[in-house]
């Protein structure tokens, strides 16, 4: 069965510097997302990506986060100058909005731990 | 506002005991609501979505649109339900929201 891969599992960075989040979504998806669950919260919608360009993001989502497409496989999520209230579970997410199957694929996650 | 609310956080059950996982939503529109299901040290992923209206491993779910709710039921509990249970909403605008979560706690 096809699935969606984030890398690392854990990633452990000092405040204030920058990581990257890693995921290859399913191969004949086209939407992609990014989310995080904080430890204790609910999961919250972060980005969605189509086309090549973001097609919605929520408050959270501020200028010290980004996300890209470099190489056609990959879908990374940037955070610039990280916070400690940047801690968080990140899930990406990918689905084929073409078919009606509204269905997202979602990685198991990034455990993001800002010190 | 879009909204999905699930009151508890934490259900405990006795083995072979009904299980019922509430969810109430708020949505301006048709909604499209699924459970989510993460088991320990695995990935969420999708236990069942209403347009379908199947059941998976025992459980089921009906949308209610009077009372706003999507429950999730089982009628006898299994060890192996244990997890953290997630309600959500699909949006026209493909966002997926997910309430807080419930997790199931199967007692022996």
Same mark, same amino acid.
């Given at each position: 069965?096809?699935?969606?891969?984030?890398?690392?599992?854990?990633?452990?960075?000092?405040?204030?510097?920058?990581?990257?989040?890693?995921?290859?979504?399913?191969?004949?998806?086209?939407?992609?997302?990014?989310?995080?669950?904080?430890?204790?919260?609910?999961?919250?919608?972060?980005?969605? @990506?189509?086309?090549?360009?973001? *097609?919605? %993001?929520? +408050?959270?989502?501020?200028?010290? &986060?980004?996300?890209?497409?470099?190489?056609?496989?990959? @879908?990374?999520?940037?955070?610039? *100058?990280? %916070?400690? +209230?940047?801690?968080?579970?990140? &899930?990406?997410?990918?689905?084929?909005?073409?078919?009606?199957?509204?269905?997202?694929?979602?990685?198991?996650?990034?455990?993001?731990?800002?010190? | 506002?879009?909204?999905?609310?699930?009151?508890?956080?934490?259900?405990?059950?006795?083995?072979?005991?009904?299980?019922?996982?509430?969810?109430?939503?708020?949505?301006?529109?048709?909604?499209?609501?699924?459970?989510?299901?993460?088991?320990?040290?695995?990935?969420?992923?999708?236990?069942?979505?209403?347009?379908?209206?199947?059941?998976?491993?025992?459980?089921?779910?009906?949308?209610?649109?009077?009372?706003?709710?999507?429950?999730?039921?089982?009628?006898?509990?299994?060890?192996?339900?244990?997890?953290?249970?997630?309600?959500?909403?699909?949006?026209?605008?493909?966002?997926?929201?997910?309430?807080?979560?419930?997790?199931?706690?199967?007692?022996?």
């Amino acid at each position: 069965e096809p699935e969606v891969t984030q890398t690392p599992s854990h990633q452990v960075t000092q405040m204030g510097q920058e990581v990257i989040l890693r995921c290859v979504p399913i191969s004949n998806h086209l939407y992609f997302y990014w989310y995080r669950q904080i430890l204790g919260q609910k999961v919250e919608f972060l980005v969605s @990506f189509y086309n090549n360009e973001i *097609s919605e %993001k929520s +408050e959270i989502f501020d200028d010290q &986060f980004s996300v890209e497409r470099p190489d056609g496989s990959n @879908f990374t999520l940037k955070i610039r *100058s990280t %916070k400690l +209230e940047d801690s968080a579970m990140y &899930f990406c997410a990918s689905n084929h909005r073409l078919q009606a199957d509204t269905e997202a694929f979602f990685g198991q996650g990034t455990r993001l731990t800002v010190v | 506002a879009q909204r999905v609310t699930q009151p508890e956080k934490l259900l405990s059950v006795f083995k072979g005991a009904p299980v019922e996982l509430k969810c109430n939503y708020s949505y301006s529109g048709s909604p499209e609501l699924f459970w989510y299901v993460q088991y320990s040290r695995q990935r969420l992923q999708l236990l069942l979505r209403h347009i379908s209206r199947e059941s998976i491993k025992g459980f089921t779910a009906d949308l209610n649109k009077g009372e706003t709710s999507f429950h999730l039921k089982k009628p006898f509990a299994q060890e192996e339900d244990s997890a953290m249970y997630y309600c959500a909403l699909s949006t026209r605008d493909d966002k997926i929201i997910f309430g807080k979560g419930t997790r199931l706690h199967i007692l022996p």
